[in-house]
Antibody, heavy 125, light 108 residues
Framework: QVHLVESGGGVVQPGTSLRLSCAASGFIFGSYGIHWVRQAPGKGLEWVAL????????YYADSVKGRFTISRDNSKNTLYLQMNSLRTEDTAVYYCAREFRNTSGSEPSYYFDYWGQGTLVTLSS | DVQMTQSPSSLSASVGDRVTLTCRASQSIGDHLNWYQQKPGKAPNLLIYAASSLQSGVPSRFSGSGSGTDFTLTISSLQPEDFATYYCQQSYFTLTRTFGGGTKVEIK
């Protein structure tokens, strides 16, 4: 049974740092790309970052590029998001999501088949 | 960057209604379009992938269609548990996974 459990959220001041974790179980963690997606209060979903299955490639939304760093430790089945220089607009629930690569069609399809429950990050002075 | 635009942003419907939601991409994404349902306080749940493929366990009243830039999600007969917000997402561009702004389906 696939499980993703985020942790590390909390109330922090603008300009500070925070590290989120996403603990995975029930699947071969090192075989999947994993994403961070966030959702500001009352707003829609915003893709934040992606890390390949082996950590060799990482991609970021423009809104967090240069401030956030995604990483993973496949030996610990854990994903991380290091968030620096936090801004009030970073207030959101942060989800980790597993990306499945479906090769049954004429070309691969990619989609988020499992999500964590989310962890809330609140920026407040 | 590709932009995903959903319409309407909200709609009111009754149980049993046929409901159609629209998602438009700012450039062609083939059939690399996914649909998610999200209920308040919960993580999103995958409904449709590759524009028209039904995810395992999702009721058959949900269907998706489209390719290129224009896509639709149809609920053939709205059920009480379907009142939620629906998001489209493109997976064509390798370096990003853009979501649409969402459509909230409310009870009339």
């Amino acid at each position: 049974q696939v499980h993703l459990v985020e942790s590390g959220g909390g109330v922090v001041q603008p300009g500070t740092s925070l590290r989120l974790s996403c603990a995975a179980s029930g699947f071969i963690f090192g075989s999947y790309g994993i994403h961070w997606v966030r959702q500001a209060p009352g707003k829609g979903l915003e893709w934040v970052a992606l890390i390949w299955y082996d950590g060799s490639n990482k991609y970021y939304a423009d809104s967090v590029k240069g401030r956030f760093t995604i990483s993973r430790d496949n030996s610990k089945n854990t994903l991380y998001l290091q968030m620096n220089s936090l801004r009030t607009e970073d207030t959101a629930v942060y989800y980790c999501a597993r990306e499945f690569r479906n090769t049954s069609g004429s070309e691969p399809s990619y989609y988020f088949d499992y999500w964590g429950q989310g962890t809330l990050v609140t920026l407040s002075s | 960057d590709v932009q995903m635009t959903q319409s309407p942003s909200s709609l009111s419907a009754s149980v049993g209604d046929r409901v159609t939601l629209t998602c438009r991409a700012s450039q062609s994404i083939g059939d690399h379009l996914n649909w998610y349902q999200q209920k308040p306080g919960k993580a999103p749940n995958l409904l449709i992938y590759a524009a028209s493929s039904l995810q395992s366990g999702v009721p058959s009243r949900f269907s998706g269609s489209g390719s290129g830039t224009d896509f639709t999600l149809t609920i053939s007969s709205l059920q009480p548990e379907d009142f939620a917000t629906y998001y489209c997402q493109q997976s064509y561009f390798t370096l990003t996974r853009t979501f649409g702004g969402g459509t909230k389906v409310e009870i009339k």
